[in-house]
């Protein structure tokens, strides 16, 4: 059912405006306010830390969820990938909620965590696109992505439908907690699916810029700071599994702390500048690679662009910028794929849920 797509990939890349409408419409009550099921919210109030456990691309949504959780709602919130805390469970809080993000709901390392949390009595929540998967089945609750089924192997809309869904359920509980927020989350998120239609509608610009910076190159680097920082390491991962160009999303200023001594030449550097508060420091930070060098490709959010940015993001919110910045990043990975001859939906030595720990 890829109609006249050539890759589900690009197909799901496409579906990300609908995906967050449908999210909209689904945690939507009649009365036009955001709402999830009463006893997750209850479950999150009883807490005093939630514990994110997620892996791979679920892993990078689950750092944008601590922003949300902790600066949105007031929650400490600490994210852990699934495989290492199993065996090297950190000390818990007091009343820990654990929340398990997984698109598949099938994802082994996960799992095993679930089942350990589950003996030890605690409450969990499986953030999942799949009802009925074993994490949802097994975990106290389940809050639904929506996204629809996700076939290719690299996750896109998944990931953005996760971030979508940490927002809605941190400003849900923000209000139940009787705080004002300066944002309504409904509107914004309209304004963002707008934006990322816009986007997906650009995707000559993308398969440009992959072409420019990624047609031969043997690695790249992905940089951001603050939740830029996140949304890169998420960028460097597509790039990896489907285009197998050695990638890594790193934080701007910690460069220059050794891995600068990898910049040659030419070496693309993708920045993303959406936080207008760090936006000058990531211009620095890219100015130090060039020095060396490197080849840079500036994303930045409208409104705080400047000349010679390569590619500039319809503006939204700031606290939503993640889901509109990952997706050029999806587009310029899928484009390197495709000029490199990568098998696109099904990279090599991958499958789309990790069943084995
Ligand atoms: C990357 C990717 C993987 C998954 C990871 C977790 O594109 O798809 O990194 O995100 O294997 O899978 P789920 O979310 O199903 O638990």
Same mark, same amino acid.
């Given at each position: /059912? @890829?109609?006249?797509? =050539?890759h589900?990939?690009?197909?799901?890349?496409d579906?990300? +405006?609908a995906? !967050?409408r @449908? %999210?909209?419409q689904?945690?939507?009550?009649?009365?036009?306010?955001?709402?999830? #099921?009463?006893?997750?919210?209850?479950?999150l109030?009883?807490?005093?830390?939630l514990?994110?456990?997620?892996?791979?691309?679920?892993y990078?949504?689950?750092?944008i969820?601590?922003?949300?959780?902790e @600066?949105?709602?007031g929650?400490?919130?600490?994210?852990?990938?699934?495989?290492?805390?199993g065996y $090297?469970?950190?000390l818990?809080?007091?009343? +820990?909620?654990?929340?398990?993000?997984?698109q598949?709901?099938?994802?082994?390392d996960?799992?095993?965590?679930?089942?350990?949390?589950?003996?030890?009595?605690y409450?969990?929540?499986?953030?999942?696109? *799949?009802?009925?998967?074993t994490l &949802?089945?097994?975990a106290?609750?389940?809050?639904?992505?929506?996204?629809?089924? /996700?076939?290719?192997?690299?996750?896109?809309k998944?990931?953005?439908?996760?971030?979508?869904?940490?927002?809605?359920?941190?400003?849900?509980?923000?209000?139940a907690?009787g705080?004002t927020?300066?944002?309504?989350?409904?509107?914004?998120?309209?304004i963002?699916?707008?934006?990322?239609?816009?986007?997906?509608?650009s995707?000559?610009?993308?398969e440009? !810029?992959?072409?420019?910076?990624?047609?031969?190159?043997?690695?790249?680097?992905? !940089?951001?700071?603050?939740? #830029?920082?996140?949304?890169?390491? /998420?960028?460097a991962?597509?790039?990896?599994? %489907?285009?197998?160009?050695?990638?890594?999303g790193?934080?701007?200023?910690?460069?220059?702390?050794?891995?600068?001594a990898l910049i040659? #030449?030419?070496? =693309?550097?993708?920045?993303?500048a959406?936080?207008?508060?760090?936006?000058?420091?990531i211009?620095g930070n890219?100015?130090?690679v *060039?020095?060396r060098?490197?080849?840079?490709c !500036?994303?930045?959010?409208?409104?705080?662009?400047?000349?010679?940015?390569?590619?500039?993001l =319809?503006?939204?919110?700031?606290?939503?910028a993640?889901l509109?910045?990952?997706?050029?990043?999806?587009? %310029?990975?899928?484009?390197?794929?495709?000029?490199?001859?990568? #098998?696109?939906?099904?990279?090599? $030595?991958?499958?789309? &849920?990790?069943?084995?720990?």
């Open positions: /059912e @890829k109609g006249t797509y =050539p589900y990939m690009l197909k799901e890349i579906e990300q +405006p995906v !967050i @449908k %999210i909209i689904a945690y939507q009550n009649e009365q036009g306010e955001l709402e999830i #099921d009463p006893a997750i919210l209850k479950a109030q009883d807490a005093d830390r514990y994110i456990i997620a892996a791979g691309t679920s990078h949504g689950g750092l969820g601590k922003e949300y959780f @600066k949105i709602a929650i400490p919130v600490e994210v852990h990938i699934s495989s290492e805390f $090297n469970m950190p818990l809080s007091e009343k +820990p909620i654990f929340m398990f993000l997984t598949s709901g099938e994802t082994a996960s799992r095993q965590v679930l089942v350990k949390i589950k003996k030890l009595g409450p969990t929540i499986t953030m999942t696109n *799949v009802p009925g998967s &949802s089945r097994e106290d609750h389940t809050l639904l992505l929506h996204a629809g089924p /996700e076939i290719a192997v690299a996750s896109t998944a990931y953005v439908a996760q971030v979508a869904v940490l927002m809605v359920t941190a400003s849900v509980y923000a209000l907690q705080k927020l300066d944002y309504d989350a409904v509107k914004e998120l309209g963002v699916a707008n934006a990322v239609q816009a986007i997906v509608d995707k000559e610009e993308m440009e !810029i992959a072409k420019e910076f990624l047609a031969t190159t043997r690695n790249a680097f992905f !940089i951001g700071r603050n939740v #830029d920082f996140y949304v890169s390491q /998420e960028g991962l597509k790039l990896k599994e %489907i285009s197998y160009i050695q990638a890594e790193f934080a701007g200023g910690e460069l220059k702390h050794g891995t600068i040659e #030449d030419g070496t =693309p550097i993708i920045a993303l959406t936080q207008k508060a760090v936006s000058l420091n211009r890219v100015k130090e *060039v020095a060098g490197a080849n840079p !500036i994303i930045a959010m409208e409104g705080h662009e400047e000349e010679g940015d390569r590619y500039v =319809p503006k939204v919110n700031e606290l939503f993640p509109v910045a990952v997706i050029p990043l999806q587009l %310029i990975s899928y484009y390197a794929a495709l000029h490199r001859d990568c #098998d696109v939906d099904k990279p090599r $030595n991958l499958a789309k &849920s990790v069943t084995v720990e």
